[in-house]
């Protein structure tokens, strides 16, 4: 899958998902301090899920209606960080044709999944 991961990603998940194989551009390697909007322009034009642990992109997605292909948000709290990337490769492996058109909610131990409008 391809992935556009916002500056607020833990690099963990952006090393386990290219570990995997996956595409993922990491926004504080290609374009630091690069704005939300643009971060969901860039991802929706080629064809990338948002990786965030910024509640913003909800906002941006639902209330403000920008178009994306998909948004991963993680909320996970510093006694499951370890757990992270590996959580986020669990979820691609059982859910991968899911998170296109959705905006995924991860924690420890659930997803939730809504469709995009």
Known sequence: MRFMADESCDFAVVWALREAGH?????SETDPGAEDD???ARAYAEGRVVLTEDRDFGRLVFAASRPAVGVLYLRFPLPARDALGQAVLNLVREKGDALMGSFVTLQPGRARISRLP
């Open 38 to 40: 643009a971060v969901v």
């Open 23 to 27: 595409d993922v551009l990491y926004v």
